[in-house]
């Protein structure tokens, strides 16, 4: 798999709290702002087939607005049943105001 760098949001679209969903290539990312940390993982949840965008925010973790799982932003791991497998996680970067995950992409 190669790595990408793609640009996903300006940091005024995502303050403190909020999210975004974005596409790249077919896969779907969530782009979250926790606690002043931005953080991008699979925008689903692992449990079932449902956006995480639908979900909120809890200190550095998201909850699952379908059973309630919630994951860890940082590692993606789950912290609460019914999910017990990981969601990715993926590195982000702020460059120039402009919001960057790397993405990981087949060949």
């Not at 965008?53 to 799982?69: M, P, T």
Request: charged residues 30%; contains cysteine.
């Amino acid at each position: 798999m190669t790595e990408q760098w793609v640009e996903v949001a300006t940091i005024d679209e995502l303050p403190i709290g909020k999210m975004k969903r974005v596409e790249i290539e077919g896969h779907r990312y969530l782009i979250a702002n926790a606690e002043g940390n931005i953080y991008a993982v699979d925008d689903q949840c692992s449990h079932e087939d449902i956006s995480l965008y639908l979900g909120c925010i809890q200190g550095e973790n998201i909850k699952c607005s379908l059973h309630g799982s919630r994951f860890s932003l940082k590692t993606g791991e789950p912290l609460e049943a019914p999910a017990d497998e990981p969601i990715g996680t993926y590195e982000t970067r702020i460059n120039v105001k402009k919001v960057l995950i790397k993405t990981r992409k087949k060949p």
